[in-house]
């Protein structure tokens, strides 16, 4: 999740076992990968947003080709691992705990999302007006149309999980694997909230059940397992695409498989080096970053563009690796100034509604 409670290091249950902390202490690897996870989402998209306004930055996109089957399956991963405690709570608690949270940040900031799309003119719809907007609006909670899909597959996952408690972990996983295989391959459905959920499940699942697997495979970590995991995922992911071979079905999973305990071994070598404490920081503050991010860039390439500010390649391929750390610097800053100003409900539903 977006902030975990603590976690244990030792005594974890076997797979298909729902952890729920027993210890105080926290591990520091989940917060780096989260960290990683929410770092290469927001410079993926600085990136394509900066590309579709015209200047050049093709080196930034085949990078973020190639990140794209570690990023989403390494944060799914580390979102299920802290979901165990809510498959077996009763709905009314999953509800208000959980979904709750989800609805009142997705419902609060779609609309203010959409809005700077169709202002700075980004809205990706030929002839989008205020019409079109407030027609996507009435179908959101269905259909979500921004990068706030995150928060609705979120959701959708915690229901399944919780759904599904009393079905075999490994059938669950299976399932759900064969799902994602087909939906790797190139399902192309309305909502793009829709594709990740069936894209991405396996991994949430996986989460869940395997953490003690990953805890173990964190806690053997070594310099040489780091390059051994990067290297396999790498390999799998360049063949894949080398080859033609992502449009059929499973062999794309393979590499977004490999992808997180690539995506772990980074994280556990990260939350060891004293200068990445910033990672794991960013790790335990994604909410403000995630649902900001997409409006802060697009409203400052509005501004470059509007201006008539052009910059020329090579340099392009820099912008929007500024955009990025102006994105991440807003969404921080405004998470930590929202609830001293009395403005916490943006980033979490009021306490008289949640009760606590």
Do not use: C
Request: proline share 6%; net charge positive.
């Amino acid at each position: 999740m977006f902030t975990p409670s603590g976690t244990p290091r030792h005594g974890t249950p076997a797979p298909g076992r729902a952890a729920a902390p027993r210890s105080a202490v926290r591990l520091d690897w989940p917060d780096a990968a989260r960290g990683l996870a929410i770092g290469l989402v927001v410079l993926y998209h600085a990136t394509n947003w900066t590309w579709s306004t015209g200047y050049e930055v093709s080196v930034l996109r085949e990078v973020n080709e190639t990140l794209r089957s570690l990023r989403m399956p390494l944060f799914f991963a580390v979102a299920g691992m802290f979901a165990g405690k809510w498959t077996a709570v009763p709905w009314s608690r999953l509800a208000r705990g959980k979904l709750l949270y989800f609805a009142w940040v997705f419902v609060l900031w779609e609309p203010i999302s959409l809005v700077v799309r169709l202002v700075t003119g980004y809205y990706q719809v030929a002839d989008a007006d205020w019409g079109t907007l407030a027609d996507e609006l009435t179908w959101s909670l269905l259909a979500p149309r921004s990068e706030l899909w995150f928060l609705w597959t979120l959701a959708a996952f915690f229901v399944v999980a919780r759904a599904l408690r009393r079905v075999p972990w490994w059938v669950q996983l299976l399932a759900a694997a064969a799902v994602s295989g087909w939906a790797l391959a190139g399902w192309e459905p309305e909502s793009i909230a829709w594709r990740g959920t069936a894209q991405f499940a396996v991994f949430f699942l996986a989460g869940l059940h395997l953490r003690s697997w990953l805890e173990r495979f964190a806690e053997r970590v070594t310099w040489l397992w780091a390059v051994g995991a990067v290297a396999l995922w790498l390999g799998i992911q360049v063949t894949v695409r080398q080859l033609g071979l992502a449009d059929v079905p499973g062999l794309y999973l393979l590499a977004n498989i490999a992808g997180v305990p690539a995506g772990v071994a980074v994280s556990v070598l990260a939350s060891r080096v004293p200068g990445a404490l910033g990672l794991r920081w960013l790790g335990a503050r994604t909410l403000p970053v995630f649902v900001t991010h997409t409006s802060v860039v697009l409203y400052l390439l509005f501004l470059l563009y509007s201006n008539g500010i052009w910059v020329p390649a090579p340099q392009s391929q820099v912008l929007p690796v500024l955009l990025w750390a102006a994105a991440i610097a807003v969404g921080l800053g405004l998470g930590a100034l929202a609830p001293r100003i009395g403005l916490r409900w943006l980033f979490a539903p009021p306490r008289w509604l949640t009760g606590r």
